[in-house]
């Protein structure tokens, strides 16, 4: 009998990655199926590190991680399949136009050349990129370059949405665009965990919200459960936030 609980997105068990001190310690995690999910932390708090394990690209120490019940440390193809990775810092080919670049993406994931145009052309207008579908990415912005790596690691419609920073950087009309597209595939049934700096985003967006610091989950709830945490007198999610990561340096 499987361990996780299907019904959640992701769940994560004593997650543990050393570098010269431990980044991730002993992490306890569950995000549900269906929400939109924050990861908050200051930096160093093992944020990343624990995304790029979730993702694929780190391999932990010890622990475990399970996305919608598939074992993503023993079948992390089959993990990967339901899941899109995007990073603060798009990672897309240059040479390539956003139309080309979402039919190589779809190609990699074995999608049918006719539903792999289709996808790519709903992307592209979703996410405000017609204008520029057919120009190499090369001299595209920050923000547009962003829409392109989002673009891509929607094409195989993943269950779970991975992204880490996705807004740093970009200009109000790109960021509103991206926070629309992530609002829809929540309100379709998609999962997204994201970590942000902005904590407004987080404020306005998140259905819960996890706050990490020294590599472990110090707080987790809805804003406000996290401010009954906190204590009284913190109104915005910036007091809450400040005041918990306080309280956990004190302990520590």
């Known amino acids: 009998m499987n361990q996780h609980s299907p019904l959640a997105a992701l769940e994560i068990r ?3 990655k050393r570098f010269d001190r431990p980044a991730v310690d002993g992490l306890d995690l569950t995000v549900r199926s269906g929400e939109f999910y924050c990861l908050l932390g200051p930096n160093g708090a093992g944020k990343t590190t624990t995304l790029r394990m979730v993702a694929g690209l780190l391999l932990p120490d010890a622990g475990s991680i399970a996305v919608f019940g598939i074992d ?3 079948d992390a193809v089959e ?3 339901i899941m899109a990775w995007v990073s603060d810092e798009p990672m897309i080919y240059d040479k390539l136009t956003p139309f080309e670049y979402l039919e190589f993406v779809a190609g990699l994931w074995g999608i049918e050349p006719s539903l792999a ?3 790519a052309n709903d992307l592209i207008g979703w996410l ?4 520029h579908a057919h120009e190499r990415c090369e ?3 920050k923000g547009m370059r962003q829409k392109v790596a989002l673009a891509g690691a929607l094409v195989h419609d993943p269950r779970l949405i991975i992204l880490d920073e996705p807004l740093t950087g ?3 009309g790109s960021a509103r665009q991206v926070k629309n597209v992530l609002r829809e595939r929540v309100a379709a049934g998609g999962t997204v965990i994201m970590t942000t700096h902005i904590l ?3 404020e306005r967006m998140a259905d819960r919200i996890g706050v990490i610091a020294g590599g472990r989950l110090i707080a987790q709830g809805t804003l406000d459960e996290l401010r009954m945490k906190a204590g009284k007198g913190h109104s915005s999610l910036e007091d809450t936030f400040l005041t918990l990561v306080a309280e956990q340096a004190q302990a520590a």
């Not at 405000?128 to 204008?131: D, I, M």
């Open 139 to 141: 001299g595209f912005s």
């Open 170 to 172: 970009l200009d109000a």
């Open 14 to 16: 004593a997650l543990t």
């Open 200 to 202: 407004e985003v987080a």
């Open 117 to 119: 145009e289709s996808r």
């Open 79 to 81: 993990a990967k399949r």
């Open 128 to 131: 405000g990129l017609s204008p």
């Open 72 to 74: 993503a440390l023993t």
